[in-house]
């Protein structure tokens, strides 16, 4: 009741739910059931969607990929010109995962800022610098980490190649669009994610991941 209190204080919830069904120019780009995609969220989850917020907690994977794209996509259907806002506290988790957000984040036709609450660490770093140039920020006591990709190979010595092969596609691959991101020149990007990087709100301002600091 507590947490109902401040959201209606803030006026991110209200007595009546949103519903989205009402506007008859509200369709998805994919053919997905409606009353199951609303009833996908919580009392909680909804009323932040109507406001064009969405949460991105936890580690990446499959699961939480298909969640974030699922809302970026709905919400790039409703036609409304104001800014996308992903709140980010995530440890890192599936590359894949992480390049299939930052591929429709692309796709979309809204301008989606990022911030990072409490922690942003390996993709989950690099979606919140993927955010809208002047619109990635972070809460001044988070931690965010960049590093290099990680991963194991196992079995014959062909197969362990081509596992290497693939981590180090994704370390260019990565490198390269956290190259872009902050601005800085690829050597130092590499020279830097060579081990986890950990850095404060301020630090990572300066790096180029974020542009402001929410106090």
């Known amino acids: 009741m ?3 209190r401040m959201f209606k204080q803030f006026n991110i919830i209200s007595d009546k739910k949103t519903n989205f069904l009402d506007n008859e120019k509200r ?26 917020i969405i949460p ?16 970026i996509l709905y919400l790039d259907n409703l036609e409304e010109f104001s800014n996308t806002l992903l709140i980010i506290n995530s440890p890192g988790g ?21 911030t990072c609450i409490a922690m942003a660490a390996s993709m989950g770093a690099f979606i919140l610098a993927a955010g809208n140039l002047n619109g990635r ?4 006591n988070s931690r965010i980490m ?10 014959e010595a062909d197969d362990i190649e081509l596992q290497s092969n693939e981590i180090l596609y ?32 301020h ?3 300066n790096y180029g991941l974020i542009d402001l600091i929410i106090n």
């Not at 369709?27 to 059931?33: N, S």
């Not at 920020?137 to 001044?140: A, Y």
């Not at 960049?146 to 079995?155: K, R, S």
């Open 56 to 71: 991105l907690y936890g580690v990446f994977n499959d699961s939480l990929a298909e969640t974030i794209i699922m809302k």
């Open 94 to 114: 599936s590359v894949a995962a992480g390049l299939a957000i930052l591929d429709v984040i692309n796709y979309t036709q809204m301008c989606i800022d990022t």
């Open 27 to 52: 369709h998805f780009l994919l053919k997905i059931d409606y009353k199951k995609f609303i009833n996908y969220f919580d009392d909680f989850e909804e009323p932040l969607l109507s406001k064009k």
């Open 203 to 205: 630090e990572a301002l």
């Open 146 to 155: 960049i590093h290099q990709p990680l991963g194991g190979a196992e079995g």
């Open 137 to 140: 920020s972070s809460f001044c």
């Open 2 to 4: 507590l947490i109902k």
């Open 170 to 201: 994704y370390k260019l691959l990565l490198s390269n669009y956290l190259s872009e991101f902050t601005k800085k020149k690829l050597r130092t990007i590499l020279s830097d994610t060579d081990r986890d990087f950990f850095m404060s709100s």
